[in-house]
Every structure is written in C-alpha cells, then in structure tokens.
C-alpha cells in the first residue's frame, strides 16, 4: 500500500476482532512512528500499554470497540508554553504515523479523547504537566467503515500576498 492510499483509506475503527495483535508488530509501527516530524529533536511522545486491570478502571462504553490492545499517547510538558505546544503538535504526528504504519498492515485503531478527562487521568497516571494525545484501541477490523465526504481543499486554501 503506497502512502496516500494509506493515508485515504485509513478509518477510525468501532469493532475488532477478537483475535490477537503481534506485540512486535506494533512495536514496529511505534518504531516507524518515532520518525515523525519533532521540534528540536525533543522525541516528546510518552507511550503507555493499557492493561486489563486499568482498562476496566476506565469503563469506555465500547471497551474499545473490543481491542485486543489499547494503548496511551502523551506529550511531554514544559514550562515554555511553546514547547509544550509543538510537544502535542509532534505526538499528534506520531499518533498519525502509528496508525498509517498499522493501515498498511491490515491493523486498525480507534482514536479516543476519552483520557483528557480529569479522573481518566488519574487512573492512567498522566502527570500534571502532560498533554493526553489519546487513547487508541488497536487490532484488526471486523469491518473497514466507508469514507466520508470531505470538503474540497481548493475551498480550504487561501494566498496571501
């Protein structure tokens, strides 16, 4: 699968299937992802594999559409507000890396903001100073939803003097 193929088929995945997931596959894609554009060589991604126990803490209402693997993204913090914002900026490119690297393997993810919030946080453990990127189911697909229309760039694009 070449990048844009991957890039335009690439979906935001409900349900899994129930079969495992190579641990050194995903280890390999996390690897792939560490390439990612970051300000300074800062290298600000924090990654953390959800184990039962703190999985159920979190009582996702799909549990993850049934991922056989969950995994957390966070981004170092920083006293300058500018690092930290290209921190998150930089984690948001490697969570995008991950999941191409996972599509072009016949994996999928589920992309959730659900550890943003306060007491998600606190059962994962992020530190005060760290910015949730998300929380990701990852597995195989039962089903590869359909894309959704999306709005011309030529409509998004303006040219500045």
């Known amino acids: 699968m070449n990048t844009i193929e991957a890039i335009k088929t690439r979906r935001n995945i409900k349900q899994f299937k129930a079969d495992p997931i190579d641990r050194d596959k ?8 560490t390439f990612s554009p970051n ?3 800062t290298e600000p991604w924090k990654v953390a594999f959800v184990g ?17 693997l969950v995994l957390l993204l966070t981004s170092k ?3 300058m507000p500018i690092e930290k ?4 900026y930089a984690v948001a490119c490697f969570a995008q890396s991950f999941m191409l ?5 016949g994996a ?5 903001s659900l550890a943003a919030a306060p007491k998600m946080r606190e059962i994962l453990e992020v530190p005060d100073e760290d910015v949730v990127i998300g929380i990701f189911g990852v597995g195989y697909p039962q089903e590869v939803p359909e894309a ?4 011309s760039i030529a409509e998004k694009i303006v040219e500045l003097p």
């Open 101 to 105: 690297a996972a599509a072009s393997e």
């Open 39 to 41: 300000h300074r060589m």
């Open 108 to 112: 999928g993810t589920f992309w959730s």
């Open 26 to 33: 995903v280890i390999s894609w996390l690897e792939a992802a």
């Open 148 to 151: 959704k229309e999306r709005i």
């Open 85 to 88: 914002e290209e921190n998150a």
């Open 77 to 79: 913090g920083s006293a």
């Open 52 to 68: 039962p126990e703190t999985r159920a803490k979190l009582n996702h209402k799909t549990d993850f559409g049934g991922a056989p």
